[in-house]
């Protein structure tokens, strides 16, 4: 499905995303700590599904609303002509160099609510890296908030923006808090971790789909690869619609998708990618040489708990 690329007031949108997804750990009640806060107490990071001890694996793909939340804050914090503005946003027009017409998604696939829940794709290595140690940022603040050591603030701006640097060196507005102690590490995850969730994961889909209402989200039981798409034409060689949603809201279960298949993922070595895309064959090896930016890659998060050490 094409649509045309609209503006739907985004910066309320957003701003109101960035409290509500961003932050969206377990429990958002305000919880005011009187000793230490131990690493078992950490809540899980949003959107992460616990792979092994004090290690989670996003649940889904960075999606395209996921990846305007981070823009439209570096924009919001260092303004919109910013070298840091400008370096956060992806490359919108990779849709024009697919084999098939898809020029039209390049009016529509990162803009449009109507794909806010796909994969995002047309970013770099680097924008990966960048988007994850924001996202980092933006947990440990909000951890900070809940457990009232300080309160938010609405106003920052470049020079006093919240960093788990700054909160821990003493350059941030408070003394560091002595009850907590860790801070969420997000990366991309390396070979062996993805390696690992495919296993996983894979066998524990199969248990949790049956509690989903396949109606609404069959298109999360198949590998979405070159063989799997039944709308091949000589127009959309990958079909009109490339890629999939990354979740569905009618399983009782969280499921962890397109591990492979969908979009090819950024891994800690930049010359790799993992699990393949919709332009790959479902039999096609689960490594593949990493070209960016393009309209195939994207990638997800990993984190972890660290303990700060001065």
């Known amino acids: 499905?094409?649509?045309?690329?609209?503006?739907?007031?985004?910066?309320?949108?957003?701003?109101?995303?960035?409290?509500?997804?961003v932050f969206s750990c377990k429990t958002r009640e305000i919880i005011e700590l009187k000793s230490e806060l131990t690493i078992d107490k950490y809540p899980d990071p949003p959107n992460g599904i616990e792979l092994d001890s004090n290690v989670f694996f996003d649940a889904t793909e960075i999606t395209n609303i996921s990846y305007q939340e981070y823009v439209f804050w570096k924009g919001k914090i260092y303004g919109k002509?910013?070298?840091?503005?400008?370096?956060?946003?992806?490359?919108?027009?990779?849709?024009?160099?697919?084999?098939?017409?898809?020029?039209?998604?390049?009016?529509?696939y990162y803009g449009h609510v109507a794909y806010r829940e796909y994969p995002v794709v047309g970013v770099?290595?680097?924008?990966?890296?960048?988007?994850?140690?924001?996202?980092?940022?933006r947990v440990m603040e909000y951890l900070l908030i809940k457990h009232k050591i300080f309160e938010y603030d609405s106003v920052q701006n470049k020079n006093t923006v919240f960093t788990i640097e700054k909160y821990f060196d003493g350059k941030y507005k408070i003394n560091p808090s002595p009850f907590l102690k860790y801070y969420p590490v997000f990366s991309l995850p390396d070979s062996a971790t993805f390696m690992k969730a495919l296993v996983r994961f894979d066998s524990l889909n199969r248990i949790n789909f049956k509690y989903c209402k396949e109606k609404y989200c069959s298109e999360l039981k198949k590998t979405t690869c070159l063989e799997t798409n039944e709308e091949i034409s000589e127009k959309y060689l990958?079909?009109?619609d490339p890629t999939e949603v990354t979740d569905c809201s009618f399983c009782k279960y969280q499921l962890v998708t397109h591990i492979r298949g969908n979009v090819r993922e950024f891994t800690t070595n930049h010359k790799i990618t993992f699990g393949g895309s919709y332009r790959d064959s479902?039999?096609?090896?689960?490594?593949?040489?990493?070209?960016?930016?393009?309209?195939?890659?994207?990638?997800?998060?990993v984190c972890s708990w660290k303990k700060w050490k001065n």
């Open 1 to 21: 499905m094409y649509f045309r690329k609209i503006d739907f007031k985004k910066e309320i949108v957003l701003f109101l995303l960035i409290v509500l997804t």
């Open 81 to 108: 002509t910013s070298k840091e503005f400008l370096a956060a946003l992806p490359k919108e027009n990779v849709w024009d160099s697919l084999e098939g017409k898809y020029s039209v998604l390049s009016q529509s």
């Open 124 to 137: 770099s290595y680097e924008q990966a890296i960048d988007f994850s140690k924001w996202r980092g940022d």
């Open 238 to 240: 990958y079909g009109p």
């Open 282 to 301: 479902c039999n096609a090896k689960l490594f593949f040489e990493n070209k960016e930016p393009n309209a195939y890659t994207g990638f997800r998060n």
